[in-house]
């Protein structure tokens, strides 16, 4: 059974800072990976999806990369502002519904 | 309304009532999923519609719960006589194709209380 750890659970920087939340995932028999923030209250943002052939996607000032092989993804946070402060999901595509399996998710806090 | 919507967005329920949870889908999206997320966790997977098929159910908890997705737009899940450990935010998220190669979308969810 695939299960997806995020590492930190919660993070706080100061505005400006660039940041990496971390993903790890046990199967590596994935289609693909999907970061997404949650903000309270809210449903998911879809953010990057990474294909299982790709090892990175951009988007802005987010960058995110994939390691199949063993089985860890990052994201990537440049210049962070306060309007970034929220939970961050990690999830990957699988199974025969390719239905996502997420992580717990990392709690951000960009103080100003 | 370009994106996913939910309906209701917060329902209350006593212990022992049946509840009907709505999904409206990006049009022209063919898979739709149901995700079940509990305080602090991330969303867990339910069911799979592709189109008006139910491909997957195997996420669902118990036979109390139901989906069905009968005309391959809509989609409603279903929990008859509900528990206070179904209080939850039901997730439903659609795609265009079903090949695992597009994003999912998500809906704003509804919250459901069991008292």
């Known amino acids: 059974k695939q299960e997806v750890t995020q590492i930190p659970a919660a993070l706080s920087v100061p505005e400006g800072e660039n940041l990496v939340l971390n993903c790890s995932f046990t199967?590596?028999?994935?289609?693909?990976l999907q970061w997404f923030r949650q903000d309270p209250g809210k449903g998911l943002t879809s953010l990057l999806l990474?294909?299982?052939?790709?090892r990175e996607q951009t988007s802005g000032r987010l960058n995110a990369s994939l390691d199949k092989s063993s089985g860890r993804s990052t994201l990537y946070i440049a210049a962070s502002q306060p309007g970034d402060s929220a939970t961050y999901l990690c999830?990957?595509?699988?199974?025969?519904?390719?239905?996502?399996?997420f992580g717990s998710g990392t709690q951000l806090t960009v103080l100003p | 309304g370009a994106g996913v919507s939910q309906s209701p967005r917060y329902k209350v329920a006593k212990r022992g009532q049946d509840v009907a949870l709505r999904c409206d889908p990006i049009?022209?999206?063919?898979?739709l999923f149901w995700y079940q997320q509990a305080l602090g966790q991330g969303p867990e997977f339910l069911t799979y519609?592709?189109?008006?098929?139910?491909?997957?159910k195997s996420g669902l908890p118990s036979d109390r719960f139901f989906a069905e997705r009968p005309e391959g737009s809509v989609s409603t899940l279903k929990i008859q006589r509900t528990q206070q450990e179904d209080s939850a935010v039901y997730l439903c998220a659609s795609s265009l194709g079903v090949l695992g190669f597009y994003e999912q979308y998500f809906g704003p969810g509804t919250r459901l209380t069991v008292t």
């Open positions: 049009s022209g999206h063919v898979s």
């Open positions: 199967d590596s028999a994935i289609y693909n």
């Open positions: 519609f592709q189109n008006e098929a139910q491909l997957d």
């Open positions: 990474i294909q299982s052939s790709q």
């Open positions: 999830a990957v595509g699988g199974g025969s519904a390719r239905q996502l399996t």
